[in-house]
């Protein structure tokens, strides 16, 4: 059974740098083909995607957002870590990671979840 | 960017069918998958590939792609159905989620 948990700072300061961490069971990421997701939902407003790293380390970045992010994974302790320079209150949302395979267009499962609310 | 385009809400009674719509510039010459996620949840794949339906996902749950409009239809809603449906596809090597419809079952 896959799993996936997000972990990190619930609340944060204008131009902070957020740093998430994905903790996930059930697979990994030495096995060809997968890869973890970052997504993120805005109170009210849209899922957006953030970053997508993969097995062998091919990275993947939101184009409007790509200057901010970086994304890093940690196979020997099955974590994904996800950092996000100069927050903003725009920033404020619901961070997911997820598991998808490079042969499939859907992501899935998903974490349960983060709110991170960026204010000063 | 590629934009898709979802009803902000859509509104049924329990044993209807609900109909879901997701609109984007020749959407059907993509691939749609559509998430439920339910509040406090994290999103749940209920149609993959257009219309292919994950396992565990109730038969009541189909989806259609055709020309500018993809479709997510709900049969014998249930009151445990309520909740957001978004859409995605890719696009540009990235993933594009649609603005997500909050459906009720009144």
């Known amino acids: 059974q896959i799993t996936l948990k997000e972990s990190g700072p619930t609340l944060m300061k204008p131009t902070q740098t957020l740093t998430l961490t994905c903790t996930f069971s059930?697979?990994?990421?030495?096995?060809?083909?997968?890869?973890v997701g970052w997504i993120r939902r805005p109170p009210g407003k849209a899922l957006e995607w953030l970053a997508l790293?993969?097995?062998?380390?091919?990275?993947h970045y939101s184009p409007f957002l790509k200057s901010r992010l970086s994304i890093t994974k940690y196979t020997s302790k099955n974590q994904v870590v996800l950092t996000l320079t100069n927050m903003d209150p725009v920033d404020t949302a619901t961070y997911y990671c997820?598991?998808?395979?490079?042969?499939?267009?859907?992501?899935?499962?998903w974490g349960q979840g983060t709110l991170v609310t960026v204010s000063s | 960017s590629y934009v898709l385009t979802q009803p902000p809400s859509v509104s049924v009674a329990p044993g209807q069918t609900a109909r879901i719509s997701c609109w984007g510039d020749?959407?059907?010459?993509?691939?749609v998958h559509w998430y439920q996620q339910k509040p406090g949840q994290a999103p749940v794949l209920v149609v993959n590939?257009?219309?292919d339906r994950p396992s565990g996902i109730p038969e009541r749950f189909s989806g259609s792609n055709s020309g500018n409009t993809a479709t997510l239809t709900i049969s014998r809603v249930e009151v445990g159905d309520e909740a957001d449906y978004s859409c995605?596809?890719?696009?540009?090597?990235?993933?594009?989620f649609g603005g997500g419809t909050k459906l009720t079952v009144l």
């Open positions: 997820a598991h998808k395979m490079d042969y499939v267009g859907w992501f899935g499962p």
């Open positions: 059930g697979f990994s990421l030495t096995t060809g083909g997968v890869g």
């Open positions: 790293i993969y097995w062998n380390d091919d990275k």
């Open positions: 020749n959407l059907g010459r993509n691939v």
């Open positions: 590939d257009d219309s």
């Open positions: 995605q596809v890719w696009d540009s090597n990235r993933p594009v």
